[in-house]
């Protein structure tokens, strides 16, 4: 059996109309990368519900690699995240505040996780294909870092698994409505994606 990369994305959130996330991770849904399987699953923008989700699907999978992903309107660039914190915030509007109202994703959980993600080898490979891309310190508190903290807590007993999180610009066509906002097409965003677990992928 091949190995299998788990591709997490969420629903639309914020009176958007679709989520770039969910869309890239859509997109990618059973293809094969290096010989890996690649699947997809759909998650909802709330911190204790995505949570469990994502838990769920690693106890039922037991996948490869994880490979979340989610989006950052306002950021120019792929954003791969370096920690997840054990803090979550279940509203979006409050994640300027830093958490300060926030609840432990995991209670009795570390502090943070680091990424496992093989990030200088993702951020070189990108590059090299001229996709805007970068190393970001912090998932915030919000529910992308909920689930990027839950996975790797889940996987807190297979280290050598690969899983972590990237961030994902406004799409192109969701800019209009966000003026002098950074976006990405949806076709450069699945190519990034797709290298990064390309190169994943290439590690198991």
Sequence with gaps: MSPLILVT??????GERTNPSWDVAKGLDGMELSGATLRAIRLPVNCARA????????????????????????????????????????RASREIDGGVKGNPV????????????????ILAALKKRGIPAGLSLSAG???????????????????????????????????TGHRGAASMSHAMMTEGIAIALDVIARKL
Excluded: W
Aim: hydrophobic share 45%.
């Design 141 to 175: 508190v919000y529910v992308c870092n909920a689930v990027m903290y839950s996975a790797l807590h889940a996987m807190r007993r297979r280290r050598s698994v690969p899983a972590g999180f990237i961030h994902l610009p406004y799409e192109a066509a969701q800019a």
């Design 51 to 90: 949570s469990r989700m994502i838990a769920d699907a690693i106890e039922k999978t037991g996948p490869d690699a994880i490979l979340g992903l989610g989006q950052a309107g306002g950021r120019p660039a792929l954003s791969i995240e370096k920690v997840a914190v054990n803090l979550a915030d279940g």
């Design 106 to 121: 995991v209670r009795g959980g570390p502090d943070a996780y680091f990424s496992r993600l093989p990030i200088p080898a």
């Design 9 to 14: 994305g969420f629903a639309p959130f914020g």
